[in-house]
């Protein structure tokens, strides 16, 4: 987390501030604003220009949050001040935005910059005059959590991440999965399953976007083991797709070729949910088990490295895994001589592998050359040996 700052006291009055500098009004994309309009508001200062793209990003977080803060009744204006180069630049920036701007004067602009120590953009200043502390990286803050981030001090944050935290740790499913006026996932072809049907099962939260690669890949094998489990184990197990898709049309086309359920496009909880579980990566798959506690965030790991035999996805499960593994390891002889091939074959533990003897896919144990790429499921060399 980024440490926390206190701006001088002097700093927050910003009709003195204003006054100093010569700005003797305000602008919007509307025209000139008389300072008047700052009269009695909690002003927060938005460093930002048209040419940084991070800041056009950021400009659709800042306009729900700008608007539902409005809505509450809270007395809150933003005034942007530009990092542009030019006025055009500014002038393009500025129809993006529904708040107020300090004129375009790149000398003026420069002197606010030095006195609020702005040095990297976008950057979000709340102005109150009893020097309350706020927290440093507002932007983030933000983007992670919208208009539950005011009034921006650092109890706040640490309120929200409590609440985070929470979650994560004393995982309830219908707390996690379900939003205001939705108690229900949605199925491929748009049926409505409410999510109390998924109470007493495992659960995987499934973090994917269809532009991805990787995704798509990994997809493929997820696939593979849900069929697997719904034959071996019926009705134990469930996936949910938490979309980080960049339109509604991508999320459409991906889940019409998953077999298990989704959150809704348009729902604020997937954003929550990589939030909640610090999804920094895609695919990533969360594994929560039927009493509610989430089991491993490591799920993909554990899919692609063990299948359907590494359920029910626990870490204590993967542990029994390895040690049976090292176990098959330590019975098997540690070198093997191939009269079908020249070099001396090791055991070595591999990924994936062809065996040149089957044809069969194979993985963890095999016999392999070091000198060329040829490898021998163990089953065979053994076959090779009663022979």
Known sequence: MAGFQA?????YDILKIFAAEGVEFLVSSEGKVPL?????????????ANWCRPCRAFIPHLIELYGTLRKRGLNLEIIFISFDHDEDGFKEHLKSMPWLAVPFDAKLHRRFINRYQVDRIPSFRPLYPDGTIVEDDLIVTIEDYGADSFPFTRKRYEELKAKDRKKREEANLEELLADEGRDFLITGDDRKVPISQLVGKTIGLYFCAYWSPPCRAFTVQLMDLYKNLKAAKGDCCEVVLISTDRDLKEFNVNRSNMPWLAIP??????????????????PALVFVGPDGKVTST?????VSSYGAEAFPFTESRIRDLEA???KEGEALPQQFEDVKHEHVLKLDMAKAYVCDSCKEKGKFWAFSCDVCDYDLHPSCVEKVNKN
């Open 7 to 11: 701006e001088y006291i002097d700093d």
């Open 265 to 282: 496009y348009e729902d604020k909880t997937r954003h929550d949910l990589c939030r909640i579980f610090d999804i920094k990566g895609i």
């Open 324 to 326: 049976a593994l090292r």
């Open 298 to 302: 490591n799920g993909k790991f554990m």
């Open 36 to 48: 008047s309009e700052c009269d009695g508001k909690i002003i927060c200062l938005f460093f930002s």
